[in-house]
């Protein structure tokens, strides 16, 4: 067993889809949470000065996506072909951007603001919703017939749009969407993690 150590800020963020991914896998890390009066000083000595990094027996990865697929491969979630593997990227691109969207609002300048929010809450977000609901199995899957990280980071990506108050079309309208919910939410490591995590928002 290699000796894993998982480093972000206190909160989801970029950093969640990945504590979600190592929790479906059954996978034993250190979850480092650190404090923003922590980063200056630690900052010079990561790899690109940014947050998260996964550390695999002294290796170090950033950029949340690149760790991402690594664990993905390691929990076998990840699709099984070089094919399946694309598609599952495809997704968490996709379920990201979401979040990137909505993240972008909060460094906007203030009287921009609401008009940005409502553009994604309005036009961007269900449109990209509909887009992904086509693209999920009526069994609630968006590559094969079972769990992997794509329908692990539409489910986290959303809850996390959630939490920046931003109002997200419920899935209920979703059918596709709100199986993959459910297939990621009752995933028994998944459900461990949900109802053990530190209680986070954004
Ligand atoms: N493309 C990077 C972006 C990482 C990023 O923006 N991290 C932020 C936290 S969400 C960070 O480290 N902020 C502190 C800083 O840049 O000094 C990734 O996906 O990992």
């Given at each position: 067993m290699?000796?894993?150590k998982?480093?972000?800020f206190d909160?989801?963020?970029?950093g ?7 929790a ?6 250190e ?5 923003e009066?922590k980063?200056?000083?630690m900052k010079?000595t ?16 950033c ?14 979630l ?14 968490m691109?996709?379920a ?6 909505a993240a ?5 300048p203030?009287?921009e ?5 409502k ?7 269900p449109?990209l ?10 069994k609630g ?5 079972q769990?992997?990280a794509a329908?692990?980071?539409l489910y986290v990506?959303?809850e996390s749009?959630g ?5 997200l079309p419920?899935l209920d309208?979703?059918?596709n969407?709100?199986?993959v ?12 993690w949900?109802k053990?995590?530190?209680?986070t928002?954004?």
């Amino acid at each position: 067993m290699p000796s894993i150590k998982y480093t972000y800020f206190d909160g989801r963020g970029l950093g969640e889809v990945n504590r979600v991914i190592l929790a479906a896998g059954g996978i034993k890390y250190e979850d480092v949470r650190l404090h923003e009066s922590k980063w200056s000083g630690m900052k010079p000595t990561t790899p690109m000065g940014e947050l998260p990094l996964l550390e695999v027996d002294g290796t170090t990865i950033c950029q949340s996506n690149s760790i991402a697929r690594y664990i993905a491969r390691e929990a076998g979630l990840a699709g099984k072909s070089s094919l399946e593997q694309a598609k599952v990227d495809m997704i968490m691109e996709g379920a990201r951007s979401l979040f990137d969207k909505a993240a972008q609002i909060f460094i906007l300048p203030e009287a921009e603001k609401a008009v940005r929010k409502k553009k994604l809450e309005e036009k961007e977000a269900p449109e990209l919703l509909e887009y992904l609901n086509k693209l999920a199995s009526g069994k609630g899957y968006f590559v094969g017939d079972q769990l992997t990280a794509a329908d692990i980071a539409l489910y986290v990506n959303y809850e996390s749009v959630g939490s920046l108050t931003i109002a997200l079309p419920s899935l209920d309208k979703y059918p596709n969407l709100k199986k993959v919910a459910d297939n990621v939410k009752t995933n028994p490591g998944i459900a461990n993690w949900l109802k053990e995590r530190p209680v986070t928002t954004y």
